[in-house]
């Protein structure tokens, strides 16, 4: 899948931790920037996959 180049407004901390984080990782920020998103992106779906399927669970008398 092609990356496609997004924006996203932030704080300068935030922006001076990256690029801190980016210097001790010998990353670029922006590797640091899709890696957190990514995990972020899973974390979120999991979440939300699994309190589906436990409120289903519930309604159906399984748990």
Known sequence: MA?????VRLEE??????NKIA?????DTSYIMRKA?????EH???IIEETSRR???LETGKY
């Open 55 to 57: 409120l289903k669970e």
């Open 23 to 27: 210097e001790l990782a010998e990353r």
């Open 37 to 41: 998103i990514e995990q972020f992106v």
């Open 3 to 7: 990356a496609k180049a997004v924006s």
């Open 13 to 18: 901390k935030t922006i001076q931790q990256l």
């Open 44 to 46: 979120e779906r999991w």
